[in-house]
């Protein structure tokens, strides 16, 4: 048989081992409620140890202890609690930094990032204020995802090859890719009109990003969920949830197997090619699905 026709030895390809996080380090920004709870709880429960950041320390602290009983036993025989709770404002560089500051007093090296920290504004366009509406949204939803990955790039980089990367994982939205400013999640007669350029300011970040860090073997991949439960949907769930689960071609919205599953992708050896991506989980409705009749 020809050299070039040779069968290969394949690597081992079980799931136990293509999506294993066991012994892995991550740090997710707002991992005390919504999408970063859902994320960090797929995480932990994985195997993976992880620090949840946002400013309510005492509200953090209780969803750390939650989350780190959902932990495998053996590695919690090794490392400890998995789920550690830090306080802090990513809402500034000073902020961001601070927090690096507090990574690297505890960590060595990091494998994961999550920027999920995120805010809006919704108001009338007519009198839509600027420093609450534009400098926060734009501070926390882009600025904070910038500068915490640069703090952090000495452990990111730690040990890392081109098939063990670290990954960064920005949470962007689908407003990144949707103009509509006005909807079931806004207030009658108002509209998130920094919101969706803010996103999509995250999500070009992502590739501006993925581009510099690849030589550092680092990835770096966005998500864009749609409708999941969290405090920033609260206001569209609880008045319109009818309305946008109708509008859903899975007639429901997401849930914490949906988004967890897909940062276990990206965080793990079956994710570690990919980079510079931007993943929509929505259950299809930014493809504007016509119900059918």
């Known amino acids: 048989m020809p050299k070039d026709h040779a069968p ?29 709870k859902m994320i960090s709880a797929a995480y932990v429960r994985n195997g993976c140890k992880v620090y949840i950041a946002s400013r309510k320390l005492d509200e953090l602290q209780r969803v750390a202890a939650q989350l780190s009983k959902l932990a495998p036993e053996s590695e919690t025989r090794k490392r400890g609690d998995l789920c550690v709770a830090i306080q802090a404002d990513v809402g500034s560089k000073e902020g961001c930094d601070q927090l690096a500051d507090q990574i690297k007093k505890r960590e060595q090296r990091l494998d994961i990032l999550v920027n999920n920290s995120g805010l809006t504004w919704g108001a009338p366009m007519v009198d839509f204020p600027e420093a609450k509406g534009w400098d926060k949204v734009f501070a926390l939803n882009v600025k904070s995802q910038f500068y915490l990955t640069v703090a952090l790039l000495p452990l990111l980089e730690k040990g890392k090859s081109n098939v063990d990367p670290a990954s960064v994982i920005n949470i962007a939205s689908t407003a990144a890719i949707s103009p509509l400013a006005e909807g079931g999640l806004s207030a009658e007669g108002s509209g998130t ?101």
């Open 8 to 36: 290969e030895v394949m690597p081992e390809l079980g799931a136990t081992s293509l999506f294993s996080l066991a012994g892995k380090t991550a740090l997710v920004t707002g991992g005390g409620s919504g999408i970063g």
């Open 193 to 293: 009109y920094s919101y969706q350029p803010s996103k999509a300011a995250s999500l070009h970040l992502t590739r501006v990003l993925a581009n510099s860090l690849a030589p550092k073997f680092i990835t770096v991949n966005a998500i864009c969920p749609g409708v999941f439960p969290s405090r920033m949907t609260a206001y569209g769930l609880e008045e319109n949830r009818d309305v946008l689960e109708s509008i859903q071609p899975t007639g429901r919205v997401g849930t914490p197997e949906d988004i967890g599953g897909l940062a276990i992708f990206l965080a793990s050896r079956a994710g570690a090619h990919c980079t510079g991506t931007g993943i929509v989980v929505d259950g299809g409705q930014s493809l504007q699905f016509v119900p059918r009749l």
